[in-house]
């Protein structure tokens, strides 16, 4: 019996979104060492990191929607690599997905649609960090040209253990 396919759509996020988004953050807050954040946040900590991703300039917000039920799938980021001057063309990118949006083609969707909107920013590379082990970022991030620089060993800890985080890189 073939599976249904959700109709995806991808669009700029906007602060109405804001708790869905950080409902999806605290799954992989509470779950997983995908991110370092260890404390789980309210939507209103987390509106100040929504509002750093406008519309328009280098740090984007992309959050992809089921077209039908506009329930939120998933989002990527574009944001500061390091907060001195002389890294302003950089961006660190990521990809968080709601727990049962994987294995759809909604990041491969989501990176799209970022990547064509940073084209015209004076952006010269991306950056992502992908806490070990994390086979399917580090193929979502090679389907999009990103290369292996690295690995931060043992960088962060957290669930009792220590974690590497393997560095990638893309052209932009």
Known sequence: MPTERTEVQVRPGVEGDLNALTAIYNHYVRET????????FAPEERRPWLLSHPEDGPHRLMVATDAESQEILGYATSSPYRPKPAYVT????????????????????????????????????????????????????????????????????KFGRYWDVAWYEKEL
């Open 90 to 157: 950089s961006v660190e990118v990521s990809v968080y997905l709601a727990p049962d949006s994987g294995r759809r083609g909604i990041g491969t969707l989501l990176y799209e649609a970022l990547f064509k909107a940073l084209a015209d920013e004076d952006v010269h590379r991306a950056y992502a960090g992908i806490a070990q082990p994390n086979e399917a970022s580090e193929r979502l991030h090679a389907r999009f040209g990103f290369r292996y620089v690295g690995t931060y060993r043992e960088v962060g800890r």
């Open 33 to 40: 060492a995908i991110t370092f954040d260890t404390a789980i």
